[in-house]
């Protein structure tokens, strides 16, 4: 896979990723809930782990094309609010729209 390839992809599974927790009401897709619905700290707890997933994947693409790039605190930073703002449709439809 060509480098170019490889940044869509994580960049469109950081997308999904980011907007799975707003879209089930199942904890990590597998486990009901104790309440009804599920809180949005758990929402949040669920896109925290997802967001390092994601970077996972990311880290295998970029050892497969060569040499890892030592990252500082502001790459995370940049790609932490980047992966919030990837999350914000699915806490729109979650929170924002009436469902009927």
Do not use: D
């Not at 009401?25 to 009804?36: N, T, V």
């Not at 930073?77 to 999350?87: D, K, N, Q, R």
């Not at 699915?90 to 009927?100: I, N, P, S």
Request: aromatic letters at 14%; charged letters at 10%.
């Amino acid at each position: 896979m060509s480098q170019s390839a490889s940044v869509w992809v994580v960049l469109l599974v950081a997308l999904l990723a980011a907007n799975f927790p707003f879209c089930t009401e199942r904890i990590l897709g597998l486990i009901p809930p104790s309440g009804a619905t599920k809180s949005l700290a758990i929402r949040l707890g669920e896109l925290v782990l997802l967001y390092f997933v994601v970077g996972g994947i990311g880290l295998l693409f970029e050892r497969r094309v060569g040499q890892i790039a030592p990252q500082g605190w502001e790459f995370y930073a940049v790609t932490a609010a980047l992966f919030i703002v990837l999350a914000f449709p699915g806490f729109t439809w979650r929170y924002l729209l009436k469902h009927r």
